[in-house]
């Protein structure tokens, strides 16, 4: 009861506060408490939440970019002796540098950059070209996709050389055609080539089919990483570019059932999306953030237009406001409804995995999809 009140004055507060959401609250929660700049680490879980201060910055007004632009250039001032490009996790927080690259040209973060690429270049690859997910195994995530895409994809932006795109492209043509499950057009969490041995710091012995050598389940999270960077890229790479109906087709294959598969109580998704009428299966949240903001671009970018996508986004901000936000006190609030980190195992694997109140990620992705939606209803 005690929570609930909490909330209540919460919200009631941004009757006081009208230009105020609780996206904002998340947001400064984020920057004061949660993850201050000063405490930033070179790590994929910090350049999640790292990723959304970017976006804040490309999308709030000219006054308020000095607050992001310190954030980042302090979390990556902090860092920089310790960044790499060694395997795709540590790539995921050099979107941070290229950002730099982009907004302040100066040549020491440019140099980092072309470290962390030249790293990156020497990842372990698949006899396609896929970059292993894995250091010593060679193995193909859906994590991956978004761990190096969003370098890539500032490093274009900050240079505008089209290596990265192509790059970025292979990467996703590789992982796609390894990963995806045909008939729900999301994709498995994992392939393993090397068949040597697997992850073992947080995943299961043995996963792979035999045959196949892809893991067997869809795993939501997973899935939203892909979504959230397919959707980025579209925005990014101009449409006149070869591969931009490409990527549009990924994308649309991706959500083209997600509404279906989305709990009309909540508007949540669950943390194993096709298997929705599971008993023991449980609502996501991160994953529902996710899938919202890539159905929102898709919807901006004239992919979709049919009703039900809409539908789908309105459930889903209504449903992350109602029942996974949770109040830290009378001025912040956090996340909750979070599936743990997660590497790759059978259906019981992921349905024990213990559920959070907060992590970046999602932090990070609520307010990266509540800002979209948000911007998206000022302009109806």
């Known amino acids: 009861m005690q929570k609930f009140i909490l909330l209540l004055l919460f919200f009631n507060s941004f009757q006081k506060i009208s230009a105020q959401t609780w996206v904002d609250s998340l947001d400064v929660y984020a920057r004061e408490k949660y993850m201050p700049a ?20 490309d999308n709030c007004t000219d006054e308020k970019k000095k607050i992001y632009l310190q954030f980042i250039q302090t979390a990556m001032d902090k860092t920089v002796a310790v960044a790499n490009g060694k395997k795709p996790n540590a ?17 020491k973060y440019k140099k980092v950059c072309d470290k962390i690429f030249a790293d990156y270049m020497k990842i372990k690859r698949t006899k396609e070209g896929g970059v292993s997910h894995l250091r010593n195994d060679v193995e193909l995530w859906d994590d ?21 795109i192509d790059e970025l492209v292979k990467q996703i043509t590789i992982h796609h ?28 012995l043995n996963w792979p089919e035999k045959t196949t050598g892809k893991s067997a389940e869809v795993w939501g999270r997973g ?16 449409k006149t570019n070869p591969n931009w109906n490409l990527l549009a087709t990924y994308l649309k294959e991706m959500i083209e059932h ?31 953030a996710m ?23 309105e459930l889903a901000y209504s449903g992350l406001r ?39 990620y999602s932090i990070g992705m609520f307010i990266n999809f509540g800002r979209l939606y948000e911007a998206q209803k000022l302009k109806q």
Not at 97 to 105: D, G, Q, S, Y
Not at 145 to 162: C, H, P, R, S
Not at 223 to 238: E, F, H, K, R, Y
Not at 326 to 344: D, E, F, L, Q
């Open 38 to 57: 000063s405490k930033f680490q070179w790590t994929w879980m910090k350049a999640s939440l790292l990723y959304t201060m970017v976006k804040q910055y």
């Open 91 to 107: 790539v995921a927080a050099g979107l941070g540098m290229a950002f730099l690259v982009r907004v302040t040209k100066e040549e």
């Open 144 to 164: 991956t996709v978004f761990m190096i895409g969003q370098f890539l994809l500032e490093m274009y932006k900050a240079t505008n050389d089209e290596k990265y």
């Open 177 to 204: 055609d390894k990963l995806q499950d045909k008939k729900s057009g999301l994709w498995v969490h994992g392939y393993d080539e090397d068949r040597k041995s697997h992850c073992t710091f947080c995943g299961q």
């Open 223 to 238: 899935n939203g990483w892909i979504v959230v960077t397919l959707s980025d890229a579209l925005d990014i790479i101009p």
């Open 258 to 288: 997600l509404p279906e598969l989305q709990n009309q109580q909540n508007g949540h998704w669950y943390q194993l999306p096709v298997r929705n009428t599971e008993p023991k299966n449980y609502i996501e949240s991160s994953s529902t």
């Open 291 to 313: 899938f919202a903001y890539g159905i929102s671009k898709a919807i901006q970018l004239g992919l979709v237009k049919d009703f039900t996508y809409q539908k789908s986004v």
């Open 322 to 360: 109602n029942f996974s936000i949770k109040p830290v006190s009378t001025k912040y609030i956090t996340t909750k409804n979070v599936c743990k980190g997660t590497c790759i195992g059978n259906k019981t694997y992921y349905l024990k995995r213990k559920v959070k109140n907060e992590k970046p």
